[in-house]
């Protein structure tokens, strides 16, 4: 149902700015920005239970939450680059895109290397 909801407002925001991009292009990127908004807002719990679930499998497994929480982290950035990157393609500022892209890229990057080297270390103790 909720998916209704989203698919309705995403519906109704892209007719508007279409209609609106022609008189003010300032008004239809404002309006873009709102609809993707209000969506991420309503499906905001839904990620907050997801998280819940993927703490309670963490802690099953012993895994260290510090590993999990580096890659709910890496989930976070990945996500808010690509929003904002469409964002940018949508004010017809590809550029900014790619330039939000690659930071995302490079800070993925950075939060992944203790995670690469704790599990090198593992495979260099499972080695003789």
Request: net charge positive.
């Amino acid at each position: 149902m909720d998916i209704l909801q989203i698919s309705g407002i995403a519906l109704t925001g892209a007719v508007l700015a279409v209609v609106l991009k022609q008189k003010s292009p300032p008004m239809a990127v404002l309006l873009s920005i709102t609809v993707g908004v209000v969506i991420f807002l309503m499906v905001l719990g839904k990620i907050g239970a997801i998280v819940d679930v993927l703490r309670q499998l963490s802690e099953r497994a012993d895994i260290s939450s510090i590993y999990l929480g580096t890659l709910l982290k890496i989930i976070g950035i990945a996500y808010i680059a690509d929003f904002i990157a469409q964002i940018c393609r949508d004010a017809d500022q590809g550029a900014f895109a790619t330039k939000v892209e690659l930071a995302a890229k490079i800070m993925v990057l950075v939060l992944a290397v203790p995670i690469v080297v704790a599990v090198l270390q593992a495979l260099l103790r499972l080695v003789p």
